[in-house]
């Protein structure tokens, strides 16, 4: 079984969240692999501004998720893929999809609805845990 590895953010400007909407409808968090001898946090921000078109900026790790691809085609094997899950922080909602990655949409939601739009279940435990960082780092600006 190959190895993969990814990285991304869950990007906050104040009570908004940023999700993807593919092609097919489902709404994911901006995500890619991480290229040969790049850091994961760099390509965590590049990744974001790829497939979006925002800016941002690492406010923290926030953890890891690991889960098995299943080749549909005979000639490939399965992989073991990793993403390392960044919370980020962005000045604007100003946002572009990335078509060419089967990206339609590009857009905030508010934080409450984000983890019932996101599709994947490990992106909505992650969309949670960022929640639950978000209010950590707000409390800890206003003491």
Request: glycine share 6%; net charge neutral; hydrophobic share 40%.
């Amino acid at each position: 079984m190959k190895k993969e590895t990814s990285a991304g953010g869950i990007v906050i400007v104040g009570n908004a969240l940023l999700l993807l909407r593919k092609y097919n409808g489902d709404w994911v968090l901006p995500k890619g692999r991480v290229e040969f001898n790049e850091e994961v946090s760099k390509a965590a921000l590049r990744e974001v501004l790829e497939e979006s078109g925002v800016k941002a900026e690492i406010v923290k790790y926030i953890g890891e998720i690991t889960y098995s691809l299943n080749s549909h085609r005979k000639d490939k094997e399965s992989s073991l893929k990793t993403v390392y899950w960044f919370l980020m922080k962005a000045r604007n909602m100003d946002c572009k999809p990335q078509r060419e990655e089967g990206f339609v949409e590009a857009k905030f939601i508010h934080i409450s609805r984000a983890s019932e739009l996101a599709h994947y279940n490990d992106e909505k435990n992650m969309i949670d845990l960022a929640k639950i960082e978000f209010q950590k780092e707000l409390a800890e600006a206003l003491i």
